[in-house]
């Protein structure tokens, strides 16, 4: 497929996908995230990547999924359209939401997420799909969507990034994680100057693709393997239901229709700019 919404680049044994949507802080719409599945295949069919970066254009690495595109004045997607029945809904997030995150998580390679500015949300479960994350020091990590009725995200990877506790306070609190902290809980591996990120990241990147890629493979899978006896995937189906179940309540219908009601969705906008609101699907 031709992309419009990303970029797909390889150099040596290392494929970098660009989220390029920098004037909505990389939001997630359909285009981008079937973009960046399509190239997510072509990393995987080809034999001299060894190792894939995953980092966003411009200020933000990604501000979440694009609440413009479900309930904004843009011409409906088939996806969207979806969305007008309970099923329809849960569908739309377990194609699209849950089931293309999830298979970044099980990528076959070494996959590093290169994150700068606000990580928000489904911006932040994106991340923590890849095996690594390298910030940068202006990286700021939050999933402010409780307060929305939003559920967490559809993966709910908290508990296995910060801990059960910090999870808890994480997202009841809404607070924002700067760099220093995320390094200091684990979140992220490196953190690095703005303006060395992709230096810095393409570094290690190369350093794993020294490893011959089978070993590398097999290591990444056995490792997951481990996160998977411990009942991730488990958890996060558990939590797929949960987050849908949330979804039908009155709490979140009410909700969404005093949202709608507004005249225009600037506040709700303002609030995700602000790092307050929800990145949309959530
Ligand atoms: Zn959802």
């Given at each position: ?51 894939v ?54 990528f076959r390679k070494p ?106 493979q ?65």
């Amino acid at each position: 497929m031709g992309y419009e919404v990303i970029r797909y680049e390889v150099e040596g044994a290392v494929a970098t996908i660009t989220m390029n949507r920098p004037e909505v802080a990389n939001a997630q719409d359909t285009r981008l995230i079937d973009e960046l599945d399509a190239a997510f295949d072509q990393a995987d069919a080809d034999d001299d990547v060894r190792v894939v970066i995953l980092a966003g254009a411009g200020k933000h690495f990604s501000s979440g999924h694009d609440l413009k595109a479900i309930v904004g004045d843009t011409e409906p997607d088939e996806w969207r359209l979806m969305r007008e029945t309970p099923e329809g809904k849960m569908h739309h997030e377990k194609v699209m939401y849950f089931d293309r995150c999830k298979r970044i998580h099980d990528f076959r390679k070494p996959t590093i997420a290169s994150v700068q500015g606000s990580c928000i949300a489904a911006g932040l479960m994106l991340a923590c799909m890849c095996d690594l994350i390298v910030a940068a020091d202006d990286a700021r990590f939050s999933n402010p969507v409780l307060r929305m009725t939003g559920a967490g995200v559809e993966l709910l990877v908290e508990p296995w990034e910060l801990g059960i506790r910090k999870a808890k306070e994480f997202l009841w609190t809404g607070d924002i994680i700067d760099a220093n902290e995320a390094w200091r809980l684990g979140l992220v591996n490196q953190v690095v100057p703005r303006d060395e990120l992709s230096a810095r990241t393409r570094q290690l990147a190369e350093r794993i693709a020294l490893v011959p890629p089978a070993t590398a493979q097999l290591v990444k899978d056995t490792i997951n393997q481990t996160a998977d006896l411990m009942g991730q995937s488990a958890s996060w189906k558990y939590h797929f239901m949960a987050h849908h179940w949330m979804h039908n309540t009155s709490t979140a219908l009410n909700a969404l229709e005093e949202r709608k009601s507004r005249t225009t969705m600037k506040e709700v906008f303002a609030d995700r700019d602000r790092g307050d609101g929800p990145s949309g699907g959530n």
